[in-house]
């Protein structure tokens, strides 16, 4: 579900960085750079970057389309590949098999018996439809604050990660104390903020 | 670009050192709402600011954070909540996540506010009329800015709650009078 939907899971982010250059021009090298790639190297497993909010097979932005506004409004699309790990063993003991038979030997080496099974894992990829997980970020660059749409451990990090690859600034989770010591601007509040520690609220 | 009022930077290391000594403030925080809304039927006054009208829903997740084993509960269904939560507080439970309804002026939004990360799961907001029904030039653009403005209202009536909050917290009101009624709501309502 997009961040435009009737029903949201958000995480909040505060953007902290300086870009370098001009703002916008760093924004939209940023988006280009990061923009969403297939998976075509060997031995990747996860195709990642950024797409069109509107449209996840759209990578090409053009007229700067991410712009809304203040907001920069993007999707990040994950492509994963996962070969059947019992598939895999299975096409490895048949080829293991017939290599020991052409070349007579007992067994294969541990060097030989990887690079079988990464050479018959690369084939087995190519006829596995990856699982495409598409995550909404809308980047509000006047407040310095970001909306992600999925509360998952793995889909943050992933976010945080490409946003600092691609525009070189920190996303840093709004958690309580964080946002507590944006919203308290007195100096003894926030000398008392850094000192508190958990009460009972039961008698 | 608008600044934050603070600007620290965080390490990796600092920041999770933070995420879980601190993480009572968040738990703190929904305990203490659940009470001032409970209190005041349902209307929270921020002094100075606002009316903002707080409603427990039908779900609700206590934690024993200071336990060497996480001792959860999770109470389901409308008005169920009360006995079993109150009753999970004198425990010493926390709120570690519940869903609510806030409201301060015309919009109404339901989520489910998360403690520790403070982030806000199922945020419903009112609906956003269709690209079709917009009458601008770019409808689509309209329609997205009506959504985020509504998401940031969202936002901005949990944070002066929030900010209610911590003020008490880091006051000696907080000692002297929210916390004994803190307790004494928890207590009273035994038996």
Known sequence: MGLLSRSVSIMRYRVRGELAGSFWDSVDEGVKKGAFREIDTPGDEVGMGWVAMEDFTDRDFPGASYLRGNYVALSLRVDTIRVPPRILEIQVRKESAKLLEETGKQRLSSAQHRELKERIKETLKRQVFPSIQVFDLIWDTSKAVAYFGAHAVKARDRVESHFKKCFGLTLVPLIPYIRATELLVDKDQQQALENLKPCSMAR | ?191
Do not use: H
């Open chain 2, 1 to 191: 670009m608008t600044q934050p009022a603070c600007n620290k930077e965080y390490n990796i290391m600092d920041f999770l050192d933070l995420l879980s000594e601190k993480a009572f403030l968040g738990r703190e925080f929904l305990t203490w709402l659940w009470f001032k809304s409970d209190q005041s039927a349902w209307r929270i006054e921020i002094p100075g600011k606002k009316v903002v009208e707080v409603r427990f829903l039908d779900k609700m997740t206590l934690d024993l954070s200071d336990a060497d084993t996480p001792q959860t509960v999770t109470l389901k269904g409308e008005y169920s909540g009360l006995r079993e939560g109150l009753a999970a507080l004198r425990e010493g439970k926390k709120i570690e996540e519940a869903r609510i309804s806030v409201k301060a002026a015309d919009n109404d939004f339901a989520m489910i506010l998360k403690g520790k990360w403070f982030s806000f799961g199922s945020l419903r907001t009112p609906p956003v009329l269709p690209a079709s029904e917009v009458d601008e030039e770019e409808p689509l653009e309209g329609a997205f800015l009506e959504k985020v403005s509504l998401i940031e209202e969202s936002m901005e009536i949990v944070d002066s709650l929030f900010e209610y909050f911590l003020k008490l917290r880091t006051s000696d009101r907080w000692e002297s009078e929210e916390l004994p009624g803190v307790r004494r709501w928890v207590e009273s309502s035994s038996g």
